[in-house]
């Protein structure tokens, strides 16, 4: 349960970040994109690092279920274990959403209006993740004191260099399916967000066993 709890409370604070950061960023500067999306990746990265650090030690600090499933195919943990950290991530992704709605006096329920489609949006989620997952993997293998620098930076680079802004989560790309703001993404377009991400964090495992095969 301690695992889990950590679990819960590392995802929600990141995605709180993440969704928090963008509605302030557009309710102080609206229509300003590139300062929405620069406020997100600071926000992002300074929260990583910190949950990282502070909640890695009792979870693992994975808040994402692709990182949960690359960790369970390489023998970590059980696939029941996995599947209630999945559960855990979702829903206190989703509590993030409604929190943040009500700290700034949003509508609680919304459902995503930005379309998020395209073979170059796809590749990105792909890459993003793939590039996530490959930090997590090397970084644990070469320097695993690092690993919560190795990861904020990582993912605030990504955030600025992908054509898809780097989600890298299928969680958070439920919850912000779960919001009408900056950060949202429509419902429509999860599942293809979704599945470039699984397919990225798959390919990431397949080339650190490639290249690592005595484990």
Sequence with gaps: MRTLWAEAIGTFFLFAAVIGSGVLA???APGAVLLGVLVVTLATVMMLQLLVTMLGPVSGAQFNPAVSLVLRLRGGGSWGGMLAMIVVQIAAGI???WAVHAMF???IVQTATNARDGAGLWLG???ATFGLILT???TGRHAPQSGATSVALYIGAAILFTSSTCFANPAITIARAMTDTF???APA???AFILAEFAGALAAHGLERLLYPEG
């Design 26 to 28: 557009q309710q102080l």
């Design 95 to 97: 509590a993030a959403v």
């Design 105 to 107: 006096g949003l509508p």
């Design 125 to 127: 989620e792909f890459i």
């Design 136 to 138: 997590v993997l090397l």
């Design 183 to 185: 950060t949202g993404i």
């Design 189 to 191: 377009s999860a599942p």
